[in-house]
């Protein structure tokens, strides 16, 4: 539904998207990554026609992009980051006016999907009200209805959830799950959990190039080169670090801030084909210290985003007991 082949733009002496190559495919939702200036704005702005590129070409449900801008806006859906809208229209006006410029000409086939897309996007509350008195998610939520008004199989979303509090927040990531299971979605964000929450592939793009390119758990796993175990064990803090360091296969043991006042935390290392599960379990049976938890670590994709957009090691933030909050939820 989407392809990119060596798209590059430059802005001056800046080139804001550099030889850009990916496809996506029909029913795919696609997350876009990447710190500000990464390009994310500017290679959807090349997919929807919004800007021509320097060099390459961008095809959109088989259509290139230069040679048929038109037709590529009539056909998909795209939601810019600012979210344009007339503030003095009324809500069902302003998806009638939107409906219009999208070719719904007749007045009672409109009337339909205006009333279908206020259904999907939970607009019914708002009805009869202007724009300029809506909140911001309710803002958000008439700017992907204006978006879908005309059914498009395709919808490009920058910036979905910007600028939104935490519960309007899960509110558009309800809508976006609804409308991926007809269509093929590609969206950015700075959210990290959004895009483990609503993508099934995600690109990470730094200084205009793609660095990325897999599901979350492809992108940790490619970098994970080493196990790491968690555990909590109750007994003198004395003996555990030093057992635990003598563990087979135990590349490093490193103290963890207590999750209870009685049990002491470490997490332990080791090379990426050896499991120290059943060895500490052993040691912990043959010393009679109760284990209190241990859970293997896991990359999250916050630790993917900072080791290949700036070069951070993989633990740079640090162990996570278990307890200590979910992973990924700090926006990038």
């Given at each position: ?214 599901t979350p758990d492809e992108l940790a796993g490619n970098l994970q080169d080493k196990n790491r175990l968690y555990v909590e064990l109750k007994g003198p803090a004395a003996d555990i670090l030093p057992s635990l360091e003598r563990l087979p296969g135990a590349a490093a043991v490193r103290p963890c801030p ?13 090379e990426a084909a050896k499991d120290l599960r059943e060895d500490v379990f052993a040691l912990a049976a043959s010393k009679r210290w109760p284990i209190m938890a241990m859970s293997q670590e896991k990359l999250s994709l916050e630790d993917v985003f900072r080791a290949l957009t700036t070069g951070a090691p ?19």
């Open positions: 539904m989407i392809r990119a082949e060596g798209l590059t733009k430059r802005f001056g002496a800046i080139t804001a998207v550099d030889r850009l190559a990916f496809e996506i495919p029909v029913g795919q939702v696609v997350g876009f990554l990447g710190p500000n200036g990464a390009g994310k704005t500017t290679t959807m702005r090349l997919l929807t026609a919004f800007l021509p590129p320097d060099e390459g070409k961008a095809v959109v449900m088989d259509l290139d992009v230069a040679d048929h801008p038109l037709e590529v806006r009539r056909r998909l859906g795209y939601l810019p980051e600012n979210n344009p809208l007339y503030d003095n229209l009324e809500v069902t006006d302003a998806l009638h006016f939107v409906g219009r410029l999208r070719g719904l000409a007749d007045r009672g086939p409109r009337t339909e999907r205006v009333k279908a897309v206020v259904r999907t996007c939970g607009l019914a509350s708002v009805v009869g009200r202007k724009t300029g008195e809506l909140s911001k998610g309710f803002r958000q939520r008439l700017g992907l209805a204006q978006a879908i008004i005309h059914d498009p199989d395709v919808l490009v979303l920058d910036e979905p959830t910007s600028g939104l509090d935490p519960n309007q927040v899960v509110e558009v990531r309800d809508l976006i799950r609804e409308l991926k299971k007809e269509k093929t979605l590609l969206l950015s964000t700075h959210i990290l959990s959004e895009v483990v929450a609503t993508c099934d592939r995600v690109i990470i793009l730094n200084a205009g190039r793609i660095v990325a390119d897999g207590k999750a209870g006042q009685a049990a002491e935390g470490f997490v332990l290392e080791s993989e633990e740079a933030s640090g162990p996570r007991p278990p307890g200590a909050g979910p992973q990924g939820e700090t926006p990038a």
